[in-house]
Every structure is written in C-alpha cells, then in structure tokens.
Nanobody, 113 residues
Framework: QVQLVESGGGLVQVGGSLNLSCVVSGDIFRRSSVGWYRQYPGQRRAMLALITSTGTPNYADFVKGRFTISRDNVKNTAYLQMHDLEPEDTAVYYC???????WGRGTQVTVSS
C-alpha cells in the first residue's frame, strides 16, 4: 500500500507562486511515475503534470509554462512549482503514484483576485 502526503497549499494573490510537495511512503516511489492532479468541487480530478521514474516531465497544455514538476528519489518526494497563479487555479491538489489506487488528502490552493 502506498501512502501520500501533500503539502504546501495556501492562499495566494493572483500572479503569485506556490510550491507543493508530495511525500510518498515505500520503495515504489523510485521506480514509478508520479502525477499531480487537481479537483474542483463536484468534478473529477484532472491531471496537471506527470514525471517518470527517470525524471522526464509531461504537462497538460493548460499549465505549460506556469507549472514545473520535479522529484527527489532520495527523499521520496515529488514537487509542483506553480507560478503566475490565476483564480481558476483554485482547487484541491493531489499527487498519485501512477498505477496505484491510493490518494492523499490533498492540499487546498486558493488564488484571490
């Protein structure tokens, strides 16, 4: 079983930045791709970015140029740097290990205008 703990969310003004972290338990992290997602109330989670076990990133078109995904395989941690935040980025943000069903509790990001 995989356990995930997201952190780093908060309240930020339009144009601001936040850095999210996701700590993953177990040895699975090093050999797995990891994704960041967000969820609006009443909607399904949407993938924002994914990073392979070897560090290759992929992004959804709507976050390209603003969000950067990275990972530290020593710390079992994935990161999501977010810049130029917009009110539409307000959501709960989650990470997940690709291929595993577990989710963390998420971290709330609120962008005020």
């Amino acid at each position: 079983q995989v356990q995930l703990v997201e952190s780093g969310g908060g309240l930020v003004q339009v144009g601001g930045s936040l850095n999210l972290s996701c700590v993953v338990s177990g040895d699975i992290f090093r050999r797995s791709s990891v994704g960041w997602y967000r969820q609006y109330p009443g909607q399904r989670r949407a993938m924002l970015a994914l990073i392979t076990s070897t560090g290759t990133p992929n992004y959804a078109d709507f976050v390209k140029g603003r969000f950067t995904i990275s990972r530290d395989n020593v710390k079992n941690t994935a990161y999501l740097q977010m810049h130029d935040l917009e009110p539409e980025d307000t959501a709960v943000y989650y990470c997940a290990v690709i291929g595993w069903p577990q989710w963390g509790r998420g971290t709330q990001v609120t962008v005020s205008s």
